[in-house]
C-alpha cells in the first residue's frame, strides 16, 4: 500500500517535470501534419497517467506532435479489459496499432518508441 502510494507520488512528480520541460515538437507544414494525424488515427496508447515508461512514451508522442488517443488501463473497466484479453497481458505502456484489417499490439516502451520514430519522422 505505502510502495504503491509512493511510486504514485513518483509517477505525479515526474508528470509535472515532464510538463515544465516539455520537448521540442517537430514542425511540418499543414498538410503533413494533416496526414500525420490522420495516419496517427489507427494507432492507440493503452497508458497509467503516473507510470515512468508511459510518461516517457507520451513524451515522444508530444516530440513528434502527432494526436495518438490515450486509454487508461489503469482503472478497472473496458479498456482494462481489452488490454488484458485481446493484447494478452495487462502491462503499460502498449500500443495498439491498425494495420489493414490486423491489429498488432506492441509492448516496451523503448519498442513503441522506435517504432514512432520511423513512422512519424518528419
Ligand atoms: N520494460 C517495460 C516496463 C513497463 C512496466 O513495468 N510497466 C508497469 C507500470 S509502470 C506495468 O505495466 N506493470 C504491470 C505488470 O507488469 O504486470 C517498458 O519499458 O515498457
Do not use: H
Not at 509512493?6 to 501534419?33: T, Y
Not at 503516473?50 to 508522442?61: G, Q, Y
Not at 493484447?87 to 494495420?99: S, Y
Amino acid at each position: 500500500m505505502l510502495l504503491k502510494l509512493v511510486r504514485e507520488g513518483l509517477g505525479r512528480l515526474i508528470v509535472a517535470i515532464d510538463w515544465v520541460f516539455s520537448p521540442k515538437k517537430v514542425q511540418r507544414g499543414s498538410l503533413a501534419q494533416k496526414a500525420a494525424n490522420t495516419d496517427a488515427s489507427t494507432i492507440s496508447l493503452y497508458q497509467f497517467y503516473a507510470c515512468p515508461f508511459c510518461i516517457k512514451t507520451r513524451r515522444a508522442i508530444r516530440r513528434l506532435n502527432i494526436n495518438v488517443v490515450t486509454r487508461d488501463a489503469q482503472k478497472p473497466g473496458e479498456y482494462r479489459q481489452e488490454l488484458g484479453t485481446e493484447g494478452g497481458r495487462v502491462k503499460v505502456p502498449c500500443l495498439r496499432i491498425e494495420k489493414d484489417g490486423n491489429v498488432e499490439w506492441m509492448y516496451e516502451s523503448k519498442d513503441i518508441i522506435n517504432y514512432l520514430d520511423q513512422r512519424f519522422a518528419a
